[in-house]
């Protein structure tokens, strides 16, 4: 989806205590919202479209579907991915090979950033209880001192860089 290298930019708060249904935008149009139910492994994502729904977490041997369909040519894609790419569909196993070959994971150091960014700017958002701005490319929120303060806390002394 083009979102590896940035974070959500528009959180808008909403009335639950674990912020479910949060709606966060990307600077490419894509909205994420944020659901806490239906899981039944940890790190799960699930896809909308106009088409139907996919979602999928660590754990799952496939993905769940809205369209049983979709699932009928899931192993030949996914193996045609490993193929093409090399790679393999476990983050474990995609670790201990870029290790030896000094490749990026798929998971690399950069996606986790951003991914990370993402969740921590949703939690400022509940915390603060209203909407917030986020920009990733300075990394602050948008003239919001309030959320900055909660983006960082001061270091001790001795630990400043």
């Given at each position: ?20 249904g ?52 899931f ?51 509940m915390?603060?209880g ?32």
């Open positions: 989806m083009g979102l590896g290298d940035t974070s959500g930019t528009h959180y808008r708060h909403v009335r639950h205590p674990a912020g479910d949060m709606r966060i935008l990307f600077p490419n149009g894509v909205t994420m919202v944020l659901r806490q139910q239906g899981w039944r492994g940890a790190c799960g994502v699930r896809y909308e479209g106009d088409e139907g729904w996919v979602s999928v977490a660590d754990g799952y041997s496939q993905p769940d579907v809205s369209n049983p369909a979709w699932l009928a040519d192993k030949r894609l996914t193996r045609e991915y490993a193929l093409r790419t090399g790679r393999s569909l476990d983050h474990v196993r995609n670790f201990l090979d870029c290790v030896r070959s000094r490749e990026l994971t798929v998971a690399n150091e950069v996606v986790m950033h951003r991914s990370m960014s993402t969740v921590h700017a949703a939690n400022i958002c915390w603060l209203r909407d917030v701005v986020y920009d990733p490319v300075r990394e602050a929120f948008v003239r919001d001192p309030e959320a900055d303060r909660l983006h960082a806390r001061a270091p001790r002394p001795l630990w400043a860089i």
